[in-house]
């Protein structure tokens, strides 16, 4: 601020001498305002815009000590300079200053004395003002870069952009970035405290340099998105992470830069930052989730007797791949069904489902019995794959007598529907990757009619559900089973999951005709 714009308030209760404080800041370039007691110095400063007050130290009313403290109560950023037509001593200016003065000046003073104080204090106040304006925005600026690097999407992260744009700045906003699928999106606020308005907004092409830079004096015709109501021009942030990334730009006015401080241009720049964050996690998952449905059967066997569906989601393009596979195939005239889940949420998740699916298939080929194959998976993961845990589940079954041997690893217990009757067939196990005993094969008969519904713990695991309230949610769901086996399968999904899927889901059906 300019002294020339900065507003004084005189407070006297000499006419005469309120007249001459008042000409020589006038004439140094000050606007003035007056006051003649206490309580209306106080009330002009409650509704002016006072940029520093004059105060005389013995007033009529209340004394300029008492002034001063009510002052530095209520407006604690409003200097305030004594001025004493009166003897004064060391103890008489001590207590001036202790009571929030910021000077004090004694008869005689001379002009030049006078505006050199006011002009001194207010660029102290200015100066401080403007440290504390940029040391607030940079707090809210580490608190808008965590807010948008937390966003679980896209259009979240625009929202809160521009909800942290605005708390920020004190003004309207605009944030108009690509999202990852390449459709511009346009994050409109019209202040503080507003709800952010998302809408798509054709993006046009740009040569803006790889970096940040802020383009200032830019026509708010140049921004329809938003109505500016009447604000002359606007200030640009502008990002560009790479050369074959578009420009994420936050839009502002001008009135929201601080000057040397580039603060909106590292909004901007980390906005492009954690953009390029979510591409790269969006990017990670497409390949994670290509890699994992290439290693799951590619088809269904055909099996006389048997009617088999399987329902396979991988978890939302937001949350990391999880590693549930299956397997059915035929091995001479049985059955062999598979159903596992290896701990963690990644692409290395992915790839260590692979081995184990391939491992479950080899030695049952080799002619083993499902404990027998578990064994064996378990110690080629504990030799190859130290670390890693996984639980699985695998049966062979006989189509035309409904025989079936089953061992588990620490899996969900499949759950049997026959006649209307639900069970879960329990065959408590450690899970793969730690050494313990194990128990003997599961021995039962699936009757004619019956059905076997396998699953991975994403199709009832919930964070605000115990897994008991989930088991009982899967079994009062598939009371009836579809005559349709995949329409039962989606019918699950659909009204167990969520729908933000937070963990890869997994069902395998087996009826016996």
Same mark, same amino acid.
């Given at each position: 601020m300019a002294h020339g714009l900065a507003t004084v308030l005189v407070v006297n209760d000499s006419s005469a001498r309120r007249y001459v404080l008042v000409s020589w800041l006038s004439q140094a370039g000050f606007a003035t305002l007056e006051a003649e007691t206490g309580a209306e110095a106080l009330a002009r400063i409650g509704a002016d815009p006072i940029d520093l007050v004059v105060l005389d130290v013995l007033l009529p009313d209340l004394s300029g000590y008492e002034v001063c403290e009510r002052i530095k109560t209520d407006h604690p950023a409003t200097p305030v300079i004594y001025v004493s037509a009166h003897a004064v001593g060391?103890?008489?200016?001590?207590?001036?200053?202790?009571?929030?003065?910021? #000077?004090?000046?004694?008869?005689? %003073?001379?002009?030049? @004395? /006078? !505006?050199? $104080?006011? *002009?001194?204090?207010?660029?102290?106040? *200015?100066? +401080? *003002?403007?440290?504390?304006l940029l040391a607030d925005r940079l707090t809210r600026l580490a608190q808008t870069t965590l807010a948008v690097n937390s966003a679980?999407?896209?259009? *979240? /992260?625009? $929202?809160?952009?521009?909800?942290?744009?605005?708390?920020?700045?004190? $003004?309207?906003a605009v944030v108009l970035a690509e999202t990852i699928d390449g459709m511009s999106l346009a994050a409109t606020i019209r202040g503080p405290g507003a709800v952010p308005v998302l809408r798509p907004w054709p993006l046009e092409e740009d040569d803006a340099p790889i970096g940040s830079t802020l383009r200032e004096g830019v026509d708010p015709a140049e921004w329809p998105m938003h109505d500016w109501e009447g604000e002359k021009e606007l200030a640009v942030g502008v990002a560009r992470p790479r050369a074959d990334r578009p420009p994420i730009y936050v839009a502002v006015p001008p009135r929201a830069l601080?000057?040397?401080?580039?603060?909106?241009?590292?909004? #901007?720049?980390?906005? #492009? #930052?954690?953009?390029?964050a979510q591409r790269s996690l969006h990017e990670e998952h497409r390949i994670a989730v290509t890699l994992q449905r290439s290693l799951l059967p590619r088809r269904l066997p055909q099996?006389? =007797?048997?009617?088999?569906?399987?329902?396979?989601?991988?978890?939302?393009? @937001?949350?990391?791949?999880? &590693?549930?596979?299956?397997?059915?195939v035929m091995?001479?005239?049985e059955l062999l069904v598979a159903i596992g889940d290896v701990a963690g949420h990644s692409l290395?998740?992915?790839?260590?489902?692979?081995?184990?699916?391939?491992?479950? +298939?080899?030695?049952?080929?080799? =002619?083993?019995?499902?404990?027998? %194959?578990?064994?064996r998976v378990d110690e080629l993961m504990r030799a190859l794959l130290p670390g890693e845990l996984a639980t699985v589940c695998v049966l062979l079954l006989h189509p035309g007598t409904g025989r079936i041997r089953l061992a588990s690893a &620490?899996?969900?217990?499949?759950?049997? %529907?026959?006649?209307?009757?639900?069970e879960y067939v329990r065959h408590a196990a450690p899970l793969l990757g730690v050494r313990a005993e194990r128990p003997a094969d599961l021995e039962f008969f699936l009757p004619a009619g019956a059905t076997l519904v396998f699953y991975t713990d994403g199709l009832i695991e919930r964070r605000d559900a115990t897994i008991d309230e989930g088991l009982a949610a899967l079994a009062r769901c598939a009371e009836?089973?579809?005559?349709? /086996?995949?329409?039962?399968?989606?019918?699950?999904? !659909?009204?167990?999951?969520? $729908?933000?899927i937070q963990d890869d889901v997994a069902v395998v059906a087996v009826r016996r005709r």
């Open positions: 060391v103890a008489d200016r001590a207590q001036g200053l202790a009571r929030g003065a910021d #000077a004090y000046l004694a008869e005689p %003073i001379e002009p030049e @004395e /006078l !505006v050199a $104080t006011v *002009q001194a204090v207010l660029r102290y106040y *200015q100066a +401080r *003002q403007r440290a504390e679980p999407n896209f259009p *979240q /992260l625009m $929202t809160a952009a521009a909800a942290g744009a605005a708390d920020m700045f004190g $003004t309207p601080v000057e040397e401080a580039p603060v909106v241009r590292q909004l #901007a720049q980390a906005l #492009a #930052a954690a953009v390029e099996v006389a =007797g048997l009617d088999l569906a399987v329902r396979y989601e991988p978890a939302s393009a @937001e949350t990391e791949v999880g &590693g549930d596979f299956y397997e059915l091995l001479g005239d290395h998740a992915a790839t260590v489902m692979a081995e184990l699916r391939h491992a479950v +298939r080899a030695y049952a080929i080799e =002619g083993h019995q499902p404990g027998v %194959i578990l064994d &620490g899996h969900l217990p499949p759950l049997l %529907i026959s006649d209307g009757a639900v009836r089973v579809d005559e349709d /086996l995949d329409a039962f399968c989606q019918r699950l999904v !659909v009204d167990l999951a969520p $729908t933000e």
